[in-house]
């Protein structure tokens, strides 16, 4: 009598699925730390270059402390209704997560709008980045950071557009991701930016 021998072996379609999501937030990681290699590096210009003003003013005769904490409350409370933004993603509430991310974008544009101003009123009393080795230094660490922010508004104001459209699944949720991630970086740089530029360079 032939028995019927079952040969065992993995079943097609059965394999381990591999998650692009976390892949795609994994390589996000790997770009976030060559910024900060980017950033250490600006930052180290700035430092050796910070003394060097060629009789120009100092950063104590250019820095307005009051403003730019009031420019600094923005960014940093826009950190904070991002994470609100995040926590409304994971419950599914579309609409709570598009507020919120309004609100980020809105606290994200009057920062940008402060440091632009900032910048127009140093150029137009002649402390531009031409003036000295020190507002070199000082433009191409502060507008470097101004860059990544204004990157990140273009990124959040398209994320609006495919969350209201598409809702919460999928991909958005992983660009979400990554965008807060970015959005978070680029406080705590702006954090070593506000203490090691303006709050020494003011005393």
């Given amino acids: 009598m032939l028995q019927k021998v079952t040969t065992v072996g993995p079943v097609p379609g059965d394999e381990h699925e591999h998650d692009p999501g976390a892949t795609t937030v994994l390589g996000f990681w790997f770009y976030l730390m060559t910024d900060c290699i980017l950033f250490a590096s600006v930052f180290a210009s700035y430092v050796v270059l910070s003394s060097s003003t060629a009789g120009g003013p100092a950063s104590h005769q250019l820095f307005d402390l009051p403003y730019l904490a009031v420019e600094t409350a923005c960014l940093l409370v826009s950190s904070f209704t991002y994470g609100l933004a995040s926590i409304a993603m994971r419950q599914n509430r579309k609409d709570v ?29 002649g402390a531009g980045p031409d003036r000295s080795a020190f507002l070199s230094g000082f433009f ?16 959040m104001a398209l994320m609006m557009i495919q969350v209201l459209q598409n809702g919460l699944e999928g991909a958005n ?9 970015f959005w978070h970086f680029l406080d705590i740089i702006w954090i070593g930016v506000f203490t090691i530029v303006y709050l020494s360079g003011a005393m």
């Fill in 140 to 155: 191409t660490l502060v507008g470097t950071h101004g860059v990544h922010v204004t990157i990140g508004l273009g990124w």
């Fill in 97 to 125: 997560v598009l507020t919120w991310l309004a609100v980020t974008f809105l606290l994200g544009l009057a920062f940008i709008g402060m440091e632009i101003n900032e910048f127009y009123g140093m150029v137009s009393e």
């Fill in 173 to 181: 949720h992983t660009r979400l991701m990554c965008l807060g991630m």
